[in-house]
């Protein structure tokens, strides 16, 4: 195992295990996550892959009796972003999350992506409107809402909300950026649109991306972790693992297998 | 594949929408009883009071002849009790509301703090004029004020906001408040960027459901000892006062006695002159008129507010 | 590595299991026809090359069927890893039958030409007849492999080739020595070397299948790694 800083690593869990009170739901999960990278999670329901990615952002510290062990190395600093002295929003303000279901905030446009800026105490009109068009160029809805930016957002279309969620992400210019499911609540095309913005995302960002479709794990990521009853069966390169897994278990599911 | 023939799943359905129609009958008769009554209760109050009804009614202070007396120092106290109550509720509710969600850890201290909450929304509000007598009349010595009565009232409606507020902040979906911490909000940017907002047509609502059921109020009223008879108003701010001719304060008013709306109805009904039932009719109808404005109002408003909030 | 447990879509399942069953039809066919063509050379019966010939034709329309079947799963089933390799695995496998098929069309028409112009192949016999047999049997255990999945015995394929190569290598010079000695076998020694190049190809072919035999296993590429070496 390497303990030392590695340049092409963004973050690494090492023997992190998880509990929601006395289940446990994650078992010593090691893996890297490589920088400026997509990372796919892949696995069946309950497999922890969501509760994997929530660790990252510390997003179980919301509710009580959940407990962490082990560690996540975040890179170049090398923090462990669970251990008990970092601050949860601390690790919220240098990692982005984007929802399974879009969740804009019940405000303008504009609102929503200026947020994340206002919670860091920014004010001035000027800073904030070029980042709010920056983060909206970013998530390839620029041109659809650039007319409208005091439209509440709630009446766009549920692709693009999802692509302002990714904005809101994108404008405080996270480290890495988490996706959960992020289209399994829109259509193809919408999805097909979502997909190509990760692509184009990784080159300023790392991605980490859970997602219970398996073609769309194969198409956007470069690493695929398969995941099973909260335990990491089998990590790769995304090529190799749908053309020759390893592991029969990784085989069965992604060729659709019953066990 | 099907084992029934068409007659036979013909007969089930027409035997199932039998069940329907009788239900739906019952139901109509219960709702009729219950609109009926009301009904009645205001026509006949109409009717009674009709001939009270004109604008002098409202401008009048109370009189021994019945004729003559009105209901503006009632109306008027009415008012300006229920601003104290809510000034003095909604903060107070709307705080311990957001605290109890947000903030406190679900334990048994918060789960006793519940039970109080609710066992508090229960407590007949006879006893709330006695505790008040006790701590707003005698030991803070706020007297028998308007003051007094709008501090018992909002003790009266707390657990109503508290509830009210609660509830409208449960409706706000997970993923929003996720949503925000996830970019790295503290949970009071998210209260006041987001939780507040976006509950405030439920807490408005809640607010106003409680001060219609405050208005009505005479039980606790009675016990602080709120006057029956007035035939003046409190001192308005920076004008002269009648007794002394000194200039009032600001906030005088508060301290000053006092009648509502019930207990002048109540003052009303208990005279032996038949003549001043017409008295009380036209004021109950008044407030009843009041309540029901104050129910519309919040329904307006909820409906104007909630436009702009969905997700 | 095929696995035993089932596809949660029972169809997937049966359109997998047709694929595999009319590979080994087409395989088969493929088979007979060699067999009948060496038969048509050793035998001299003329008559059978048009049956050949005429068989050639369901060969053909055949890869175009499972050619066709592998497009529709891949289009309707997405497969991926095993799945995603036998499709990929059959649609290669069918083109190599389907050669396999043409260069016995080669053969027939061959022996025709050299019984048509009055000569016995047999005279330059042997050789020729043991490549052929040599080669028949490299298509059985190619398809034999391919029907068990076996890797063993694709590998042994691969290796029993190269002893075809080399056979028919020795087979030309004898050729060559031959017509040198007398110009008016040149010919006849043409057809049959025409004949021995088609034999010799459907050897490579049988390689390729367990070539690809070995891909479907174990996802391991080994086409043209010993030419690389060389």
Known sequence: MQIQENPALKAEARNLSFFYGNTQALKGINMPIHDKKVTALIGPSGCGKSTYLRSFNRMHDLYPGNRYEGEIRFFPDNTNLLSPEVDPIEVRMRIGMVFQKPNPFPKTIYENVAYGLRVRGERNKRTLDDKVEHALRGAAIWDEVKDRLQDLAPNLSGGQQQRLCIARALATDPELLLFDEPTSALDPIATGAIEELVHELKKRVTILIVTHNMQQAARVSDYTAYMYLGEMIEFGKTDEIFLKPNDKRTEDYITGRMG | MNSMTTEQIRALIARGKMKDTIFQALGIICLAIGLLVIFLLVGDMLIRGLERLNLDFFFQYASRRAAQSGILSAWVGSLLVMLVTAVAAVPLGVAAGIYLEEYARRNWVTDIIEINITNLAAVPSIVYGLLALGIFVYAFGFGQSILSAGLTLALLILPIVIVATREAIRAIPAMIREGSMAVGATRWQTCRYHIIPYSMPGILTGVIIGLARAIGETAPIITIGALTFIAFLPPVPFTATGVDGATAGLFDWVMSPFTVMPIQIFNWTSRPDPAFEANAAAAGFVLMGMVLSMNGLAIWLRYRMRKNIKW | ??????????????????????????????????????????????????????????????????????????????????????????????????????????????????????????????????????????????????????????????????????????????????????????????????????????????KNISEQVIYIVEGRDIRHIKEAAK
């Open chain 3, 1 to 206: 590595m095929m696995t035993e447990s089932h596809h949660v879509s029972s169809r997937f399942d049966e359109d997998l299991a047709r694929l595999r069953t009319q590979v080994l039809q087409m395989g088969g066919l493929v088979e007979t026809q060699v067999a009948a063509a060496i038969d048509a050379y050793s035998s001299g019966e003329v008559g059978s090359v048009k049956a050949i010939v005429d068989g050639d034709r369901r060969v053909n329309e055949l890869e175009k069927a499972i050619d066709d079947d592998c497009a529709h799963i891949i289009a309707k089933r997405q497969p991926t890893a095993s799945d995603l390799r036998l499709v990929l695995g059959v649609s290669k496998i069918v083109t190599d039958l389907e050669r396999a098929g043409d260069e016995t069309k080669k053969i027939a028409k061959g022996v025709r030409r050299i019984y048509e112009n009055g000569h016995l192949p047999g005279q330059f016999g042997p050789g020729v007849q043991h490549l052929a047999e040599a080669a028949l049997n490299l298509v059985r255990q190619a398809l034999d492999s391919f029907a068990r999945l076996d890797t063993g015995q694709a590998t042994q394929v691969i290796r029993l080739d190269d002893d075809v190569d080399v056979e028919f290598k020795s087979i030309i010079r004898q050729l060559i020595t031959h017509m040198m000695e007398d110009p008016r076998t040149i010919t006849t020694s043409i057809d049959i070397i025409t004949i021995a190049r088609a034999i010799e190809r459907i050897g490579d072919h049988a």
